[in-house]
């Protein structure tokens, strides 16, 4: 990284897109599960039988105990749920690209 670092360090236009690179991949890394999770909450509003279903699964896995991971492996509903607002409210981005030069 610090070979990387020394080499472009002279050419600030390398730069700049290298930190424009950052910022979208730092921002998109934030925005995508707070997205997911409002547009669950919005699809489960308006189905209440899913938000039924879910929330007798997640009673029975954990049965009132936190969360771990093995709890969570063997969901299977909620992963289904989300997959599906994947599917139908995809979180993307438009990222609007300019030329810096013409050969």
Known sequence: MESNFIEISGNTK??????????IIYHAGQDVP???????????????????KAREEVSQVF???PPDFEGLNSLKIVPMILN????????????????????
Do not use: A
């Not at 390398?14 to 910022?23: H, P, R, S």
């Not at 997205?35 to 039924?52: A, E, F, K, R, Y």
């Not at 599906?84 to 050969?103: G, I, M, N, Q, S």
């Open 14 to 23: 390398n730069v700049g897109i290298t930190m424009d690179e950052c910022n």
């Open 34 to 52: 707070l997205t997911l999770l409002v547009w669950t909450m919005i699809c489960l509003s308006m189905h209440q039988d899913g938000q039924q």
């Open 63 to 65: 049965e009132g105990q």
């Open 84 to 103: 599906e607002v994947l599917r139908l409210c995809p979180p993307w981005y438009y990222f609007k690209r300019e030329l810096l030069t013409r050969r």
